[in-house]
């Protein structure tokens, strides 16, 4: 991706999450949240004290009931406490992990990252509202945009294939 399309997806990539006044609900995540809760339920049982893992399955599927609902306020919101308490997870958990353990952090990782990239696609998809969330919301779209980022996505994919 050159740097102009890169600027230009930048600017209407995260559009959906902060929407005002969008009448439809954005897609379902619920393929993503299944894989977040399956990781964070194989860490409960290693971690049964660790109560931010709770937390992330709260989130997670909070965030799905209101951004297919077309809440979109209150999702933006979910998203973005979901991105930092998965961040506090990861970095909690990761020191001296297993690889079992690891792997499961980096799904979680992953799996916001996924989530961030269904955000930045249905925003595309949307560019006549890309300035209104760039000027309602400009942290959360640059973050959106940074956990989407395609080189980023590329990079993983590499690293996970066999």
């Known amino acids: 991706m050159n740097r102009r399309k890169f600027i230009g997806t930048t ?13 439809c609900g954005g897609q379902s995540i619920s393929g993503t ?4 809760t399956g990781a964070v339920s194989e860490l409960q049982i290693l971690f049964p004290n660790e109560s931010k893992l709770a937390q992330v399955i709260k989130l997670a599927n909070d965030f799905n009931a209101d ?4 809440k979109f306020d209150s999702a933006k919101t979910f998203f973005e406490n979901l991105d930092v308490v998965v961040g506090q997870v990861i970095s909690d958990l990761g020191l001296n992990a297993s690889t079992r353990v690891k792997l499961l952090l980096a799904t979680l990782g992953i799996a916001v ?10 925003g595309n998809a949307q ?3 890309a300035a209104k969330a760039r000027a309602a919301s400009p942290q959360t779209v640059d973050r ?4 989407a980022n395609d080189a980023v996505a590329s990079q993983l994919l590499k ?3 066999p």
């Open 33 to 36: 949240v299944t894989i977040i």
């Open 144 to 147: 959106v945009n940074e956990l």
């Open 11 to 23: 600017a209407v990539g995260a559009a959906g999450i902060a929407t005002m006044g969008l009448k």
């Open 159 to 161: 690293a996970v294939r």
């Open 113 to 122: 990252r996924t989530v961030a990239a269904l955000i930045q696609e249905q």
């Open 67 to 70: 951004w297919t609902a077309g």
């Open 127 to 129: 560019p006549s509202i």
